[in-house]
């Protein structure tokens, strides 16, 4: 078995034939956690899980460029949904509705990401404390449900981990997650495992060179994702992601290890069900 930890089939981009994939993928022995980015995403991620029995999962949650979203112009993406909706305020109550679901695994995707960020220094400041305040409302939330976390960091890595030691090493909070689509330096990564997280292993592996972390971090920190429908693998070029194509991350995983596919396999699949208790 496989588990593909971060999908989104309940986006746009597979609006037309959702159910045929998730189908062959169940067929082929492989699980997905289908994750949220705002509310709307959340809820047709639950929905959807709903739909199906073992083998499909959700995750809800807030991504942090829709928390500080009246700061920038964010860009449609189709991929996503059919319109765009912009999203700025943490509503912790209908993200507890949604939770009652036991479909509902994880908080996520949650952080922090600087990649597309205002041009005056006044707006980054209020852009960079907004994202970090609704990061914290829905870290607290988590703790509340005590579900793990998916973790969305992009050129963030330091405020994170800031903001997990405040809350771990100072306030002794028992939280745990997944450092999603990890692009870190091998000391950051270090930082993450030793406050009892993951790091999530995906297609970004082909384009951003991260073998070093692969080499040196055990397959006992590790999980296995496809972020479809985005970050395709080069094996697949022109074609959108899909969880089968988790495949190719699991080779180059093996490959830069130099273990038997079957051990990326198990051991990963191991680890994500014990954190997401399926």
């Not at 943490?90 to 990649?115: R, T």
């Not at 960079?128 to 988590?142: G, P, S």
């Not at 270090?190 to 999530?200: D, E, Q, S, T, V």
């Not at 273990?259 to 997401?276: G, S």
């Amino acid at each position: 078995m496989i588990i593909d930890t971060h999908s989104h089939l309940q986006f746009n981009a597979f609006k037309d034939d959702k159910d045929e994939v998730i189908k062959k993928t169940l067929a082929e022995n492989i699980w997905m956690i289908n994750v949220g980015t705002k509310l709307v995403t959340s809820r047709d991620a639950v929905l959807l899980a709903e739909n199906y029995g073992e083998g499909v999962y959700s995750a809800i949650g807030m991504h942090p460029m829709y928390a500080a979203s009246e700061f920038l112009n964010i860009k449609h993406d189709p991929n996503e949904e059919e319109y765009l909706e912009p999203e700025n305020r943490f509503d912790k109550e209908k993200y507890l509705a949604l939770a009652k679901s036991k479909k509902v695994v994880a908080i996520g995707e949650i952080g922090l990401d600087y990649y597309y960020k205002p041009k005056t220094v006044e707006k980054l400041v209020k852009f960079k404390d907004k994202q970090k305040q609704i990061f914290m409302q829905q870290l607290e939330l988590a703790e509340e449900l005590k579900l793990p976390v998916i973790l969305h960091c992009r050129m963030a890595h330091d405020d994170v981990i800031d903001i997990l030691n405040s809350k771990i090493k100072v306030k002794k909070s028992k939280l745990t997650g997944v450092v999603h689509c990890f692009t870190g330096t091998l000391e950051q990564a270090k930082k993450y495992i030793n406050l009892g997280f993951y790091l999530g292993i995906n297609g970004i592996i082909f384009k951003f060179n991260i073998d070093e972390v692969i080499k040196n971090v055990p397959l006992e920190n590790m999980l296995l994702e496809t972020d479809c429908p985005y970050l395709v693998p080069p094996q697949e070029a022109g074609k959108r992601n899909e969880p089968m194509f988790i495949r190719h991350t699991i080779n180059k995983v093996a490959d830069l290890k130099v273990v038997d596919v079957k051990k990326v396999e198990d051991l990963t699949t191991q680890n994500a069900k014990k954190l997401f208790n399926i």
